[in-house]
């Protein structure tokens, strides 16, 4: 038997140790999962499948602060985001409940030929059948929530893989589900090497692949899928910001620091790259920097730190490398730039890293933000285009035409307006496009996905 090793990222520390399953196992689950989407007689009813949710929404909020303290030790996200994740986890649970309601078919007009005459139709929406999600670390109970619980709603059975750093959130969030009375076959959880989930979710029998993490990996993954298993992949960005002359810099700085270190920069959509009007920078880095030096930078579990630890230790290396490469291709670090144990590195700011490092090409997944800066709006939006990804992008401006001129012209999924490009809420539409990944994800967009249109056409002399 595999047994995995769960550590803290903060100190290392052992916080539990969880049986991994084997491949006889994880064929049990996939074949539980087949047989209960195969036996129509089983399937949830709506308003059973309602029940489920509200109660495991219920019990959630009873003991928020269990799933936060979970969440933290695990994850290494501090205390007070980690909290506000779970309060979105617990709200995305009820979202999926009440948009069960929402999902439905429509009315196909015919008679509009001759062909079409003395007939009817109608569509519905059905479960797309074995759903197989695999997961990222860095949010692990939300993330989590956002990969079972559409499924859940819909009715199609789901196995989730968690993160190997983070499975105690989803270990305990699924045996929530089974409190509330879901049962067992409708969501199993696989704590698996990834060799056996490549196994799994390239079966026959499974129809929807979720994956959040490693575009190298989703990418590869998704063209080993069996034929007609739809998926959605969500990998990650840059997130370029333009800051025109005109920007509020009293709320633009402290939405930009906030969605730069938010989770150690550990986020899909984290900022990275700022192009700042050159009539501004000045102001903005004399703010930037200082409001950057005031965070704080430890303990997740310290209800004031800001900033927590890179969860994987390798990470911390290739940032510091990362950092030294920009320097020595001509940026400047402005603050931080050196780790301060084996999992923090601190919050570091360049300026004007030469447009082929790798902190200028590449999502550093880190607490590293680069400043650039631009005198012309055309300008700014070639070198926020200039990369093969398109995920969540922002301006900030007082001006209409050019709020709107960026948000037609900038290569992105979302564009915020003077807003971070982190601002997220999980009833709106929620992924990449290019390399950034492919499908929609939020709550009510992924039970979309998961579902399957059937048409239905009635024939009658009397119509």
Same mark, same amino acid.
């Given at each position: 038997?595999?047994?995995?090793?769960?550590?803290?990222?903060?100190?290392?520390?052992?916080?539990?140790?969880?049986?991994?399953?084997?491949?006889?196992?994880?064929?049990?689950?996939?074949?539980?999962?087949?047989? /209960?989407?195969?036996?129509?007689?089983?399937?949830?009813?709506?308003?059973?499948?309602?029940? %489920?949710?509200?109660?495991?929404?219920?019990?959630?909020?009873?003991?928020?602060?269990?799933?936060?303290?979970?969440?933290?030790?695990?994850?290494?996200?501090?205390?007070?985001?980690?909290?506000?994740?779970?309060?979105?986890?617990?709200?995305?649970?009820?979202?999926?409940?009440?948009?069960?309601?929402?999902?439905?078919?429509?009315?196909?007009?015919?008679?509009?030929?001759?062909?079409?005459?003395?007939?009817?139709?109608?569509?519905?929406?059905?479960?797309?059948?074995?759903?197989?999600?695999? $997961?990222?670390?860095?949010?692990?109970?939300?993330? /989590?929530?956002?990969?079972?619980?559409?499924?859940?709603?819909?009715?199609?059975? *789901?196995? /989730?893989?968690?993160?190997?750093?983070?499975?105690?959130?989803?270990?305990?969030?699924?045996?929530?589900?089974?409190?509330?009375?879901?049962?067992?076959?409708?969501?199993?959880?696989?704590?698996?090497?990834?060799?056996?989930?490549?196994?799994?979710?390239?079966?026959?029998?499974?129809?929807?692949?979720?994956?959040?993490?490693?575009?190298?990996?989703?990418?590869?993954? $998704?063209?080993?899928?069996?034929?007609?298993?739809?998926?959605?992949?969500?990998?990650?960005? *840059?997130?370029?910001?333009?800051?025109?002359?005109?920007?509020?810099?009293?709320?633009?700085?402290?939405?930009?620091?906030?969605?730069?270190?938010?989770?150690?920069?550990?986020?899909? *959509?984290?900022?990275?790259?700022?192009?700042?009007?050159?009539?501004?920078?000045?102001?903005?880095?004399?703010?930037?920097?200082?409001?950057?030096?005031?965070?704080?930078?430890?303990?997740?579990?310290?209800?004031?730190?800001?900033?927590?630890?890179?969860?994987?230790?390798?990470?911390?290396?290739?940032?510091?490398?990362?950092?030294?490469?920009?320097?020595?291709?001509?940026?400047?670090?402005?603050?931080?730039?050196?780790?301060?144990?084996?999992?923090?590195?601190?919050?570091?700011?360049?300026?004007?890293?030469?447009? %082929?490092?790798?902190? $200028?090409?590449?999502?550093?997944?880190?607490?590293?933000?680069? /400043?650039?800066?631009?005198?012309?709006?055309?300008?700014?939006?070639?070198?926020?285009?200039?990369?093969?990804?398109?995920?969540?992008?922002?301006?900030?401006?007082?001006?209409?035409?050019?709020?709107?001129?960026?948000?037609?012209?900038?290569?992105?999924?979302?564009?915020?307006?003077?807003?971070?490009?982190?601002?997220?809420?999980?009833?709106?539409?929620?992924?990449?496009?290019?390399?950034?990944?492919?499908?929609?994800?939020?709550?009510?967009?992924?039970?979309?996905?998961?579902?399957?249109?059937?048409?239905?056409?009635?024939?009658?002399?009397?119509?």
């Amino acid at each position: 038997m595999n047994i995995l090793e769960v550590k803290s990222p903060f100190d290392g520390h052992l916080i539990k140790k969880i049986s991994m399953i084997a491949a006889e196992e994880g064929e049990q689950m996939l074949q539980k999962a087949y047989d /209960i989407f195969n036996n129509r007689k089983a399937w949830l009813s709506k308003h059973r499948r309602i029940a %489920v949710l509200e109660k495991t929404a219920q019990l959630m909020s009873e003991r928020v602060e269990e799933l936060t303290k979970i969440a933290v030790e695990e994850g290494g996200k501090p205390y007070k985001d980690s909290k506000a994740e779970v309060l979105r986890a617990i709200n995305g649970v009820k979202l999926a409940a009440e948009h069960i309601g929402q999902l439905k078919g429509s009315e196909i007009p015919l008679g509009l030929t001759p062909a079409s005459e003395g007939r009817v139709a109608f569509t519905i929406r059905e479960p797309i059948g074995v759903v197989f999600s695999i $997961s990222a670390f860095n949010h692990p109970l939300n993330l /989590i929530v956002h990969q079972t619980v559409p499924a859940i709603a819909v009715g199609s059975p *789901v196995i /989730i893989k968690p993160a190997s750093s983070t499975p105690l959130s989803c270990i305990n969030f699924v045996n929530i589900l089974y409190e509330a009375g879901l049962p067992k076959e409708y969501c199993q959880v696989a704590v698996c090497k990834s060799s056996l989930a490549e196994k799994l979710v390239t079966d026959r029998r499974v129809n929807y692949m979720s994956f959040i993490g490693s575009a190298k990996i989703g990418w590869y993954l $998704s063209s080993k899928l069996s034929s007609g298993t739809r998926y959605a992949l969500e990998h990650g960005g *840059v997130a370029p910001v333009i800051v025109e002359a005109d920007a509020d810099l009293d709320e633009a700085v402290p939405d930009l620091v906030k969605g730069g270190f938010y989770h150690a920069g550990q986020v899909c *959509v984290s900022v990275q790259k700022i192009f700042v009007h050159e009539s501004i920078l000045n102001d903005f880095i004399v703010r930037f920097v200082e409001q950057t030096k005031q965070l704080k930078t430890g303990n997740p579990l310290n209800k004031d730190t800001d900033v927590g630890p890179i969860i994987i230790k390798e990470e911390v290396e290739r940032i510091e490398e990362w950092v030294k490469e920009a320097e020595e291709s001509g940026g400047k670090v402005l603050c931080g730039g050196k780790k301060i144990s084996e999992s923090l590195f601190e919050p570091t700011v360049i300026f004007e890293p030469s447009e %082929v490092a790798k902190v $200028s090409t590449e999502e550093v997944f880190g607490p590293v933000v680069c /400043i650039y800066t631009y005198n012309n709006t055309d300008e700014a939006l070639k070198r926020a285009n200039a990369l093969p990804f398109a995920f969540q992008a922002a301006v900030y401006t007082k001006t209409i035409d050019t709020a709107l001129k960026c948000s037609h012209e900038l290569r992105a999924s979302s564009v915020m307006i003077n807003d971070h490009t982190a601002f997220r809420v999980d009833w709106m539409p929620f992924g990449g496009w290019d390399d950034s990944g492919i499908g929609v994800g939020g709550i009510p967009y992924s039970m979309n996905e998961m579902t399957r249109e059937k048409l239905t056409v009635i024939k009658s002399k009397f119509l």
